[in-house]
C-alpha cells in the first residue's frame, strides 16, 4: 500500500527564517510526486511537479527536491503569506488497481512578521 | 482559464437522505477525481473517472458512487447519509489519466445533522 508520510506536522517560523518541510515516501509505480499548498476552507493549491529523483523546482521563495525516498520543500526568507498547510501526494499506477493520488497529512505553517 | 467549479459549495443534509454533488473540471481536461477531507483522515481518495469510465475506486462503501458525463462534468452520489459523512469533498482535474498534475475546486462543504 501506497504511504506518504510529512513532517513536521506543524512548524511556525519568523518571517524570514528559512527551513525545509519533509514527504517521505513508499509506493510501487510511481508517477509523479506533488506539492500542494491549501489554505483554511479552500481546496488544495498546485505548486510541483517532479518525477525523477535528482528533479528539482522552484517558484518564488519555494524549492522541491526528490529523492528515491523522499522530497523536500525548502521555504527561503518566508513571509507571513506563506503561512498554509502544505501537501505533498503521490501518483501511483498498478495494473490491479489503476492511478490514484495518495496524500500525507499535511505541514501546517505558520510564518510570524 | 476557469478553474474546477465545484456545487454547491456548502450543503446540510439529515442523516438518512442522499446528496449529489457536482464537478465541472477544467476545459479540455479529462480525468475527473473526487477525494475526502477531513481533520482526522487527511484527504482519502474515493473515485477516479476518465471519458466516462471509473478507473480507480478507494476505500469507501458503496454508498458513495459517482459517474462521469461525455462533457467531462462529474457527478458524485451519496446515498443513505450518516454523521460521519460530513465533511470537505474535493473534485480534481487532470489533463490526462497518467502523468499529470490535478487541479482542485475550492470543494463542497457537506454537514450531516
Known amino acids: 500500500e501506497d504511504q506518504v508520510t510529512q513532517s513536521p506536522e506543524a512548524l511556525r517560523l519568523q518571517e524570514g527564517e528559512s527551513s525545509s518541510l519533509n514527504c517521505s515516501y513508499t509506493?510501487?509505480?510511481?508517477?509523479?510526486l506533488f506539492w500542494y499548498r491549501q489554505d483554511p476552507g479552500k481546496g488544495p493549491e498546485f505548486l510541483f511537479t517532479?518525477?525523477?529523483a535528482g528533479e528539482e523546482k522552484e517558484k518564488e521563495r519555494l524549492k522541491a527536491t526528490l529523492t528515491k525516498k523522499e522530497s523536500f520543500l525548502h521555504i527561503t526568507a518566508p513571509k507571513p503569506e506563506d503561512s498554509a498547510t502544505y501537501l505533498c501526494?503521490?501518483?501511483?499506477?498498478?495494473?490491479?488497481?489503476?492511478?490514484?493520488?495518495?496524500f500525507g497529512e499535511g505541514t501546517q505553517l505558520t510564518v510570524n512578521p | 482559464k476557469a478553474g474546477v467549479t465545484q456545487t454547491p459549495r456548502y450543503l446540510i443534509k439529515t442523516r438518512g437522505q442522499q446528496v449529489t454533488l457536482s464537478c465541472s473540471p477544467i476545459?479540455?481536461?479529462?480525468?475527473v477525481s473526487w477525494y475526502q477531507q477531513t481533520p482526522g483522515q487527511g484527504l482519502q481518495f474515493l473515485f477516479e473517472?476518465?471519458?466516462?469510465?471509473?478507473?480507480n475506486k478507494g476505500n469507501f462503501p458503496g454508498r458513495f458512487s459517482g459517474r462521469q458525463f461525455s462533457n467531462s462534468r462529474s457527478e458524485m452520489n451519496v446515498s443513505t447519509l450518516e454523521l460521519g459523512d460530513s465533511a470537505l469533498y474535493l473534485c480534481?482535474?487532470?489533463?490526462?489519466?497518467?502523468?499529470?498534475?490535478?487541479?482542485f475546486g475550492q470543494g463542497t462543504r457537506l454537514t450531516v445533522v
Open positions: 480534481a482535474s487532470s489533463l490526462r489519466f497518467l502523468n499529470t498534475e490535478a487541479f
Open positions: 509506493v510501487s509505480g510511481l508517477r509523479g
Open positions: 517532479l518525477y525523477s
Open positions: 501526494a503521490v501518483r501511483s499506477f498498478k495494473e490491479t488497481s489503476g492511478s490514484r493520488l495518495t
Open positions: 476545459s479540455g481536461h479529462r480525468s
Open positions: 473517472y476518465f471519458s466516462e469510465t471509473q478507473r
